[in-house]
């Protein structure tokens, strides 16, 4: 049996040890003079971050913050001096700028390490809350790099440091945030990148966090419903939605609509009806007065009060003809209005004129409503090929026209 040599293993293992710490000197040494070359150093001492004989090493985690903050550094420079740089370029130094902080951010408790003496003696603290202190209001501009080059996590990652990096006990008195309103814009954009991917519960605690802000922006609210609708979360959607109407009023009749729909929800025909009227005696844009006409068609409807429906949605239909949502809703009620008057004679074979008047208005909107909004109201062939079905002989064209558009 061949013998293994403890010597040559703990040789080896000495071997490498040494190679390591040559990393750190090496990655230390790189970061001198005149043309630092911080990308390089940062290839060089990562292998020492990983290995167990170097990665309690203070100065090793120091040394690749100093070089990936360079890294952005160097990409900073350039653009200030406007010479070309690509969007992927951007987002590598936005993020690594960023990643200096996690090395950081690892590098100072291994400062703090006692002794055989039991004794706390720090070596780089100083120089590292330094390092920190001096990058941390680029950190704003990092984020941007990343959004620009469309990496909203990168972005929502880097901002979040610039947002809570004031909280830490070894930065305070040394970083703020001086401008609550720029904070409150990062934290929109946050919440825009959650959106987009898909996260909605940080989308939508970050689009609350910016509504507690000086930065006024009505998407705040919208994203905010849009969030909170995808996790069923009706009270966040609701807090959104006052905190909206209370900013915006009718600006933007998402937040109103919202209310109202609650009120109808709770059976509280009263409140939705003083929602609508204080709105459409607050605005003069016949556009949003449409939209709330339409609203109080809803209302009305809820309530069955058909005719007081029908009159509302044809007044916005006259006040916005480019409303596709309108028209839809103007076809629905005539549809179904012309449904009612046909049951009534379900044993006749043939339509009362009354019910075949209203099934021709509604068709004449269902149609209008698609011509300006197919995507949105694409159940809308399907609508128009039943109803023209049933209206039997002389509708056989139309029928098969809506057919193979469904």
């Not at 061949?2 to 390591?20: D, E, H, P, R």
């Not at 909170?228 to 009749?253: P, R, S």
């Not at 009612?340 to 075949?356: F, Y």
Request: proline share 3%; charged share 25%.
């Amino acid at each position: 049996m061949k013998k293994i040599s403890l010597v040559g293993v703990c040789l080896a293992t000495v071997s490498m040890a040494f190679a390591q710490a040559d990393r750190v000197k090496d990655a230390e040494h790189m970061l001198k003079g005149y043309t630092p070359d911080y990308a390089g150093a940062l290839t060089v001492i990562k292998p020492a971050l990983e290995n167990p004989e170097t990665a309690k090493n203070v100065n090793a985690w120091y040394i690749a913050g100093k070089a990936s903050a360079g890294v952005f550094e160097d990409v900073y420079k350039k653009v200030q001096l406007q010479q070309e740089v690509t969007p992927e370029q951007k987002d590598v130094a936005g993020k690594a700028l960023g990643q200096a902080y996690k090395y950081f951010l690892t590098a100072l408790p291994l400062d703090s390490i006692p002794d055989e003496k039991g004794k706390i003696k720090p070596k780089k603290s100083k120089d590292i809350i330094k390092e920190m202190a001096n990058n941390y209001s680029f950190l704003s501009t990092a984020g941007n790099f990343c959004w620009e080059a469309n990496d909203g996590q990168g972005a929502y990652d880097v901002w979040e440091l610039y947002l809570t990096l004031p909280e830490n006990p070894a930065l305070a008195g040394k970083v703020s945030i001086n401008d609550p309103s720029m904070a409150g814009n990062m934290m929109f954009i946050q919440g825009i990148a959650m959106l987009n991917s898909k996260d909605f519960q940080k989308a939508m605690e970050k689009f609350r966090q910016a509504s507690n802000t000086p930065y006024e922006n009505e998407n705040i609210y919208v994203g905010g419903i849009q969030a909170a609708m995808q996790v069923d979360n009706n009270d966040a959607l609701l807090e959104f939605a006052k905190k909206g109407y209370d900013k915006y009023g009718t600006k933007n009749t998402l937040f109103i609509s919202e209310l109202i729909n609650d009120r109808i929800q709770k059976k509280d025909y009263a409140g939705a009806h003083q929602y609508v009227t204080v709105a459409l005696d607050s605005v003069s844009d016949p556009s949003i007065k449409a939209q709330l006409l339409d609203v109080l068609g809803i209302v009305y409807e809820t309530e069955e009060k058909y005719d007081e429906a029908l009159k509302a949605f044809n007044e916005a239909a006259e006040l916005d003809a480019t409303n596709a949502k309108v028209f839809f809703d103007l076809g629905r009620i005539l549809n179904n209005q012309a449904a009612r008057i046909d049951e009534k004679n379900a044993d006749s074979t043939t339509i009362d004129p009354a019910a075949l008047e209203g099934y021709v208005k509604a068709a004449d909107a269902f149609d209008r409503a698609y011509q300006l909004d197919e995507s949105r109201f694409g159940q809308v062939p399907g609508i128009l090929y039943r109803l023209y079905y049933r209206l039997g002989k002389g509708y056989e064209d139309k029928a098969s026209y809506w057919e193979k558009l469904q």
